[in-house]
């Protein structure tokens, strides 16, 4: 009976002390490709199209077909005649067994398969690639908006804190007759504001921690009390080059790649249609046939060795139509791979002067928090000497702590411009993903805040 009450309380106080978990940028994008149905949904299709490859192969391999029959024949004969010798009803029993084997010798219709069948398992791998990216993307995005979030909710709450003792300070000299009405007044308006924007910043929180705990699969998650302090290496590269590497290994443009290449496989596939097949065959036949009237019975066996030339001659246009269709696919596809091209390098400039700004609005936001801090340490000292009041004290803590929430945000957009800039020339699925020193951490707790 102990036993049993302490298992039953180590399965209640378990699960608080080990959901208790730091979670990194890392691991929450794992958590995500572990977790996601879109994920899995890419996994299955890309599975699925690698047996394209092999479905190919098969088509160039001989085949060996096997087929039997037996059969009972009941016969009878009605003579002009009366006939003494022979019954006008007798039986047959004929039984046959056949096994050919047959090897395509020119067959462009089924190497074009093969090919394309190759093809086909590569795109699948392709999209899969692609459909990590997005998600990494996404995940990370809302990482950092409850990293953001959090930020500013602390900020809110210092300035409701300071809103909250200007209002009681201002009461009380107001009751004791040193402060007017509308100095107290001004100072619950402040403390009733902060409250507000405090409000508001929990339910921004509430809100990217749900989004976050939906990616990757968690009932709950909660954001630690720590900032973004990333280094910044800055770029010593040019657009060309980011453009350059996103034409060639842009994973949209190596999937738009990969679909041209389909698509001309598909034309030499409809032009082989139409073209003569060679095929080398060899067949093993063996039947028994006996008879019921006559007693008798026969064996027979055949063998055959050689090769058969088919050749199409006339398909109603279909096979003819069939080979412009494609061609004109396979131009819609060089025209689409062109047009993605295009697109994966205007990305890729536009990510890498996305990274830049990045750095330079952190490095200015950086600065502001320095200048933001000193202003406000010099107005803490010059309320205590009595050359500011309180109000001018909750001014410059108001600018500082607005400035430290754009600094967080400043930090946030670093860290995602870099991510895209990586997204933008194929890399990002393949490198680890980079840690934010210094970042919030996530963690997951039994409920929600």
């Not at 809110?156 to 007759?177: I, P, T, V, Y």
């Not at 389909?262 to 249609?273: Q, R, T």
């Not at 830049?356 to 609005?361: E, T």
């Not at 890399?427 to 970042?439: A, K, Q, R, T, W």
């Amino acid at each position: 009976m102990i036993i049993r009450t302490v298992l039953l309380l180590l399965w209640a106080v378990v699960p608080f002390s080990v959901s208790a978990q730091e979670v990194t940028l890392a691991r929450a994008v794992g958590l995500a490709v572990a977790h996601a149905p879109a994920m899995q949904a890419a996994e299955a299709g890309r599975d699925a199209a690698r047996e394209d490859l092999t479905i190919g192969e098969a088509a160039l391999l001989p085949r060996l077909d096997a087929s039997g029959s037996y059969q009972l024949r009941k016969q009878k004969m009605n003579y002009d005649t009366n006939q003494n010798t022979f019954q006008p009803n007798y039986k047959t029993h004929d039984s046959s067994v056949t096994l050919r084997a047959v090897q395509p010798l020119f067959d462009l219709e089924r190497w074009a398969g093969y090919r394309q069948g190759a093809i086909s398992a590569e795109t699948g791998e392709m999209r899969l690639r692609l459909e990590r990216q997005r998600l990494i993307l996404e995940t990370a995005q809302a990482y950092l908006e409850a990293i953001t979030a959090d930020s500013a909710l602390r900020a809110a709450r210092a300035k409701e804190d300071a809103a909250e003792r200007l209002a009681a300070q201002a009461q009380a000299l107001f009751e004791s007759g040193v402060a007017a009405v509308n100095d107290r007044l001004d100072a619950d308006a402040r403390r009733d504001l902060a409250m507000a924007e405090r409000l508001n910043a929990e339910n921004a929180l509430d809100q990217a921690l749900s989004t976050l705990a939906s990616l990757t699969g968690s009932d709950s998650l909660q954001v630690a009390e720590a900032s973004i302090a990333p280094s910044i290496a800055p770029p010593d590269t040019k657009p060309a080059v980011w453009e350059q590497q996103a034409s060639v290994n842009a994973l949209s443009v190596r999937l738009a790649r990969l679909q041209f290449r389909s698509a001309e496989e598909d034309a030499l596939k409809a032009v082989g249609s139409s073209l003569p097949k060679v095929e080398a065959f060899a067949s093993l036949q063996g039947s028994r046939a006996t008879s019921g009237q006559l007693g008798m019975g026969s064996r027979t066996r055949d063998r055959a060795i050689g090769v058969q030339v088919s050749v199409p001659l006339f398909a109603g246009g279909g096979d003819l139509a069939q080979v412009r269709k494609s061609k004109r696919a396979a131009l819609q596809a060089q025209f689409s791979l062109e047009d993605d091209i295009r697109l994966a390098k205007l990305t890729a400039r536009q990510s890498y002067q996305g990274y830049v700004a990045a750095i330079s609005q952190l490095y200015a936001m950086r600065k502001a928090v320095a200048s933001a801090k000193e202003a406000s340490n010099a107005a803490r000292m010059g309320h205590e000497v009595g050359l500011r009041t309180m109000t001018e004290v909750l001014d410059a803590d108001e600018r500082y702590y607005e400035a430290e929430k754009n600094l967080a945000g400043a930090e946030a957009q670093f860290v995602f411009a870099e991510l895209q800039l990586k997204s933008s020339v194929g890399s990002l699925d393949s490198e680890p993903i980079p840690e934010v020193f210094g970042m919030a951490a996530v963690s997951d707790q039994v409920s929600l805040r």
